[in-house]
């Protein structure tokens, strides 16, 4: 049940993210918004941290189930 | 909880630093080409760093069993190749990606590349020789022997026979040093990032590497 939490939190996060940026959009002028300045070299960098710690994440819940078995 | 925690702490914020940082921090401009893809240094490069440490902790743990013939060194060995060689391949295919815009194609045939293409697959033979024994002695005593041989051909193929002739990649026939060593080649605020990568990226892979010996060990119970 927990790990549904994770990801139904995880999944919402997201998507209020999206939204929040699309809510921007039209209000945000290009040239002063953080994410659409140079070249927009900053979405590249969210998804490389996203993958990161979706990375360390999924490698967290490997060992933490591990740890649980080896425990048993 | 998960067990001894603090390096795998300590991986997570070196790579979270690395990709915040590697974007943001000063490159200097080598010529009109490279561009900001240098920032690739902080990704491609650990890869094969990573790589050649892991794999040294691989035929420690084979050249370990051949003394010890305990069936855990062999566990540490094998896994400790999987994800050295794991990282081989993303440092193939980033390196491809790199070179598609920067040399005009994924694959030039560059003695580089073309030198760890032979090492990966000496690597992919030592899986596929532990695959086809069932006498798991025998299986651990020859995949340890083969280890030590696949080991020091990365020796030649990575690091010797690509600097003897023009490469496109550093250290190539005409330069001088070991681009890989020698600090001096990099800026220092590249310097910044890029040891933090190589740490950050290793300790990765050596927790992956425990979870894989983990799970063996758990299995053989």
Known sequence: MKKYLKSFLLVLFALGYFVAAQAQDGAANANTDVMRSNGKIYVVMAVVVTIVTGLFLYVYSIDKKISKLENK | MIRKAWWKWVAFLLLFYTSIYGFIVKVPKLDDRLEHSIRNMFFHVPMWFAMMILLFVSVWYAAKYLRTTSPIDDFYSKAFAATGTLYGFLGLSTGAIWANYQWGSPWSGDPKQNGAA???LIYLAYFVLRGSMTDEDKRSRIASVYNIFAFFMLFPTLWILPRLT??????????EGNPGINGKDMDA????????AVIGWTLLGVWVSTLK??????KAK
């Open chain 2, 118 to 120: 032979i090492a990966m």
């Open chain 2, 213 to 218: 010996i983990r799970y063996e060990l758990l």
């Open chain 2, 166 to 175: 023009e490469s496109l990649h550093p250290g190539g026939q005409g330069s």
């Open chain 2, 189 to 196: 605020n590249m310097r910044s990032v890029f040891y933090p």
